[in-house]
């Protein structure tokens, strides 16, 4: 007889975004974790990842805690804010979030 996990519970902390999916191959029983970005989360001139990495930094979040989220390396995660920052001309998380602010405003 063959036991069955119960599926993954995500912990409270975790992103509202953040979706836990069972898939089942055969006898094989996994759990897919994924980031679910509506459309609209996009900003213009970012990638999807870009996008998900400034929306995280601006609700005040790490970059070591974005990788962990995300799965990724911290590595990674400052590059992509990098990028991001390059592409949105601006310097700081400070000023990333003004923008953010702004742009969502002009948005309602």
């Known amino acids: 007889m063959t036991r069955r996990r119960d599926p993954a519970r995500l912990p409270a902390e975790a992103p509202q975004d953040l979706r836990s999916t069972d898939l089942v191959l055969g006898a094989e029983r996994f759990v897919v974790l994924s980031f679910a970005s509506p459309p609209e989360t996009l900003l213009p001139g970012l990638s999807r990842a870009e996008s998900a990495v400034v929306r995280a930094a601006s609700t005040g979040l790490t970059s070591a805690e974005i990788a962990a989220h995300r799965g990724?390396?911290?590595?990674?995660?400052?590059?992509?804010?990098?990028?991001?920052?390059?592409?949105?001309?601006?310097?700081?998380?400070?000023?990333?979030?003004?923008l953010l602010a702004s742009l969502d405003a002009h948005d309602t």
């Open 72 to 98: 990724s390396s911290v590595f990674t995660v400052q590059n992509q804010l990098a990028n991001a920052y390059r592409k949105l001309g601006v310097s700081s998380r400070a000023e990333l979030v003004a």
